[in-house]
């Protein structure tokens, strides 16, 4: 990261979806009107089989009324809890959709798991841009620096966008931890590895995760905190914590957890940058069920 983008300051609003537990941020260069929108969400009733925009509402209008310009629709990794929004962002304001270049290794993965069909490129191409670690870009003047974070999926980025570091799903609050890392291609020893660069970032970097779920002994939801902070407290890899001590914690627990609720419409989707797969001969279209596969 630049000495030069690390001194700015981007003014970050967060929009938190309770129904997923995600948070959603809008990021604005202070120094003009372009803005990034950062793994924004598509309401969806699973019962039903019914998608809504009403949280994408939120955010879009938002932008309207401080009158933003959307340089980018950001996706820190294929989500397996949450159907992404980011086409229905990019039609209403613009901006170009981005992910990590390792989108291709998810693709192969899950559709091989869907049958997808040869249809289904698997090359990243429904994305704008496939960032790789050590690239930049620009909102307005404000630089923004990729890093590449795996060990929840193989794809995981986080944003480092002036003294604001955006980690998707590979640290949450310091109360809470770390991120699973049984999906296919996750690895509790590049977690460790991952978690060790975002916190060599400078001690006063903010940290936004991108979700909370209210642990015991908090009242409220939160999603900011600092690298100090997280070096500090969190209780996976702050303090005393040890890289062998974590890898067995992390394992043995990814062995009691649930697959998420919405894992299987969820990658479908967001594996094809948030589009849904296409329409079959009668018009309509069709999430899969793969039965006894996850």
């Known amino acids: 990261?630049?000495?030069?983008?690390?001194?700015?300051?981007?003014?970050?609003?967060?929009?938190?979806?309770?129904?997923?537990?995600?948070?959603?941020?809008?990021?604005?260069?202070?120094?003009?009107?372009?803005?990034?929108?950062?793994?924004?969400?598509?309401?969806?009733?699973?019962?039903?089989?019914?998608?809504?925009?009403?949280?994408?509402?939120?955010?879009?209008?938002?932008?309207?009324?401080?009158?933003?310009?959307?340089?980018?629709?950001?996706?820190?990794?294929?989500?397996?809890?949450?159907?992404?929004?980011?086409?229905?962002?990019?039609?209403?304001?613009?901006?170009?959709?981005?992910?990590?270049?390792?989108?291709?290794?998810?693709?192969?993965?899950?559709?091989?798991?869907?049958?997808?069909?040869?249809?289904?490129?698997?090359?990243?191409?429904?994305?704008?841009a496939l960032f790789e670690d050590g690239d930049s870009f620009h909102i307005g003047q404000l630089r923004a620096d990729v890093m590449h974070t795996p060990g929840h999926t193989p794809a995981c980025l986080t944003y480092v966008i002036g003294d604001a570091a955006f980690v998707g799903d590979t640290i949450f609050m310091p109360d809470f931890g770390t991120a699973r890392c049984d999906f296919p291609g996750g690895s509790a020893e590049q977690m460790w590895e991952s978690v060790q660069r975002i916190l060599s970032l400078p001690d006063e970097t903010r940290i936004f995760v991108g979700h909370d779920y209210l642990p015991e002994g908090r009242d409220h939801y939160a999603w900011e905190s600092t690298v100090g902070e997280q070096k500090a407290k969190n209780v996976h890899v702050g303090g005393q914590n040890r890289r062998e001590d974590f890898i067995i914690r992390r394992t043995e627990r990814d062995k009691t957890l649930d697959m998420p609720r919405l894992i299987v419409p969820s990658i479908q989707v967001n594996m094809r940058a948030g589009h849904m797969p296409p329409a079959e001969g009668n018009g309509t279209i069709y999430l899969k069920v793969p039965i006894n596969r996850l």
């Open 1 to 128: 990261m630049s000495e030069d983008a690390g001194m700015m300051h981007p003014e970050v609003t967060a929009f938190f979806h309770e129904p997923t537990n995600t948070v959603s941020y809008v990021v604005r260069d202070p120094a003009s009107r372009q803005c990034a929108v950062i793994d924004s969400v598509l309401d969806f009733d699973y019962a039903a089989g019914r998608v809504t925009t009403e949280f994408a509402d939120q955010i879009i209008d938002f932008v309207k009324k401080n009158d933003l310009e959307v340089a980018w629709v950001l996706e820190t990794h294929v989500h397996a809890d949450h159907l992404s929004a980011a086409p229905y962002i990019q039609e209403k304001l613009g901006g170009e959709i981005g992910i990590g270049k390792n989108i291709t290794i998810v693709q192969n993965v899950f559709g091989k798991l869907f049958n997808a069909g040869t249809e289904f490129e698997r090359d990243g191409s429904q994305f704008d």
